[in-house]
């Protein structure tokens, strides 16, 4: 018996289909793209939640290499600087003493927040005492720096102080 696969025909009670029906039908694509559309959808909303954590982050190292510079500028100066640290490029000695020369750099780049400038650093110092403050973007209760709580668009939520 010899079965032609160019037709439709019943043998045995199955039919054989002609080879030109391959392929998917509209239904099929239909849902394949929408299963696609869905995946897409969860991962951008996934990516921005760990964009937001990845620069909460650095904000955080940004912080403590500020004060990891401010320890040492205590120790060789006898003093915190008095001067809004942020609004500088670096922070050097002050030459007033002699374990403080100009020439000692103590933070070579002072560090800008991730999305300036609509959030920033904020930073309040004595000689004795200091505050850095920034806003993270993942939560965190308010905070004041030397009496302000403004980090830009956001008030500050994060706040590091002298050891």
Do not use: W
Not at 116 to 140: D, F, M, N, R
Request: net charge neutral; proline share 4%.
């Amino acid at each position: 018996m010899k079965i032609d696969v160019h037709q439709n025909q019943e043998i045995q009670g199955f039919t054989l289909r002609s080879k030109a029906c391959k392929g998917f039908t509209l239904i099929e694509l239909l849902v394949v793209i929408s299963i696609i559309g869905v995946l897409i959808g969860i991962s951008i909303f996934g990516l921005a939640g760990a964009r937001e954590s990845a620069r909460d982050a650095k904000r955080k190292s940004d912080l403590e290499l500020m004060r990891a510079g401010l320890e040492i500028y205590k120790s060789d100066c006898n003093g915190y600087p008095v001067v809004d640290i942020t609004t500088q490029t670096s922070l050097a000695g002050s030459g007033q003493l002699l374990n403080c020369p100009v020439t000692n750099v103590y933070i070579s780049q002072i560090p800008t927040d991730p999305q300036l400038p609509k959030t920033k650093y904020l930073y309040s110092g004595t000689a004795i005492t200091y505050e850095i403050c920034t806003s993270l973007e993942q939560g965190g209760t308010a905070v004041t720096c030397g009496g302000s709580s403004n980090c830009g668009a956001t008030p500050c939520n994060y706040k590091l102080t002298n050891p």
